[in-house]
């Protein structure tokens, strides 16, 4: 496990997805990050057969304020907190943290409440109806190792999820 999730989770300098922004990254990152598809995807492609979502979170919070700003939303308004490492042969590759809004979960009809080991981007995807809008991407500097990430509000049902992706040295090593 990478020794600090929550800093990376907290990082709030995050800037709009453009092509001088996009070049800063690692250039082994920069087509994951650009990427519109379902990251979850390629990553089973590239698992063969090894992908796994290892949850560490999944409960009630209040997300981070910059995340609160992202997605237009009063700073006291709790959410659906979901983060989770996704793996490839038993090794931490992404750690991904998802904000969802309360009323996507307790519809209960979508399958958000109850997700488990079942990748986020497997129902959103699936579905077909979502909208990506405004990604972001940041790189982060810790110790040694620099951390490339993304972050994507989908449009979903009404609402909007927030997606944060940040892929871990072990990707590309």
Do not use: C
């Amino acid at each position: 496990m990478f020794p600090n999730y929550r800093s990376l989770a907290s990082h709030h300098n995050w800037w709009a997805d453009t092509p001088n922004a996009v070049a800063r990254l690692d250039p082994v990152i920069q087509a994951w990050a650009t990427d519109k598809g379902s990251l979850t995807s390629a990553l089973v492609s590239l698992g063969d057969g090894t992908f796994r979502v290892t949850v560490l979170r999944h409960g009630i919070a209040l997300p981070y304020f910059h995340e609160q700003r992202k997605l237009k939303r009063p700073l006291q308004r709790a959410a659906m907190v979901r983060e989770v490492e996704l793996t490839i042969h038993d090794t931490a590759v992404v750690f991904a943290r998802s904000i969802v809004p309360l009323n996507l979960v307790s519809n209960g009809k979508n399958g958000l409440a109850n997700l488990g080991r079942t990748p986020l981007g497997h129902l959103l995807f699936r579905d077909g109806r979502i909208r990506v809008s405004k990604r972001e991407v940041t790189m982060i500097s810790k110790g040694e190792s620099v951390i490339d990430a993304r972050r994507t509000p989908y449009d979903y049902q009404g609402s909007t999820i927030l997606v944060a992706e940040f892929f871990l040295p072990s990707l590309y090593s």
